[in-house]
């Protein structure tokens, strides 16, 4: 059973809400697992549980109990983002009803699920991840979806639109989400909206701009230094993706053996 099986997209009026810490990361892991680990899904309280508290592709870590998630299912359920249904035996399961509660497609049911599990991110890094979900070639291709975001309040931009932007979920509850825009305030570039982001420590960056042009122009030289750092960091930051995602791959194969035994009562 698959997340994307019989569900309308797009049809539902939106019913979304801002949402506390524990009920963001649980929704995420129902979404994530509907996606990449369609034949488990849905998912028991067990599983979800130790989807929360995973320790690839989440951020912050939790430790959280099974009563902490049975609590937030039970909110969730009450919000019309999460139904339950019965499992074989008596476990109950549960699923998610995402794309009608937030009014998204897959692929931006996918960019939503990474920003839930992971929170504020630069484009290159949420796409490299949320790639493993839905097919994201590159940056071209997620710019038009994480737009459409925008456009329904379920993104937020944190810094100017460039190199290295900053998106997160428009879900935290309001004193959270200005404790965020306050604190990417500072990094982000005044003025002009279309100048790159400015990531920790630029070299580039730290060079005062001249009162009168200089002599030699060095302009297009700068420019081409912040360029090619900038891909620079959209390599590494595809490389660290990519590293988590073996790691997520390894866990997860962790997990389904542990299931298997435990299935096998060894």
């Known amino acids: 059973m698959t997340d994307d099986s019989n569900l309308p997209e797009n049809q539902a009026t939106p019913r979304w809400k801002p949402?506390?810490?524990i009920d963001r990361r649980v929704l995420g892991v129902l979404i994530e697992k509907a996606k990449t680990t369609p034949d488990a899904y849905p998912l028991s309280l067990n599983a979800i549980?130790?989807?929360?508290n995973q320790k690839s592709n989440r951020d912050p870590m939790m430790n959280l109990e099974p009563d902490d998630v049975e609590e937030s299912l039970d909110r969730l359920r009450n919000f019309g983002a999460v139904g339950i249904v019965q499992g074989i035996g008596r476990v109950s399961k549960y699923r998610h009803y995402a794309y009608e509660w937030f009014g998204v497609d897959k692929v931006e049911l996918?960019?939503?699920a990474e920003l839930l599990l992971r929170g504020a991110q630069p484009q290159g890094e949420l796409r490299a991840r949320a790639a493993r979900m839905e097919p994201i070639p590159?940056?071209?291709e997620l710019r038009p979806v994480v737009a459409s975001l925008k456009s329904k309040k379920l993104v937020v931009p944190l810094t100017p639109e460039g190199r290295g932007h900053v998106v997160t979920h428009g879900l935290y509850m309001p004193q959270e989400m200005q404790k965020l825009r306050?604190?990417?305030?500072?990094?982000?570039?005044p003025?002009?909206?279309s100048s790159p982001t400015k990531p920790p420590t630029p070299v580039a960056d730290m060079v005062p701009p001249c009162s009168?042009?200089?002599p030699t122009p060095t302009v297009e030289p700068g420019n081409a230094f912040k360029a090619e750092l900038a891909e620079l960091r959209d390599q590494m930051t595809d490389l660290r993706a990519q590293l988590q995602e073996l790691a997520a791959a390894q866990q997860r194969s962790e997990n389904e053996l542990?299931?298997?035994?435990?299935?096998?009562?060894?």
């Open 110 to 112: 996918a960019v939503l």
């Open 258 to 266: 542990h299931d298997l035994r435990s299935a096998l009562g060894e």
């Open 212 to 214: 009168s042009p200089p």
């Open 191 to 193: 003025g002009d909206p």
């Open 182 to 189: 306050d604190r990417y305030q500072g990094d982000s570039s």
């Open 138 to 140: 590159g940056l071209p």
């Open 49 to 52: 549980t130790t989807g929360a």
């Open 19 to 21: 949402l506390s810490s």
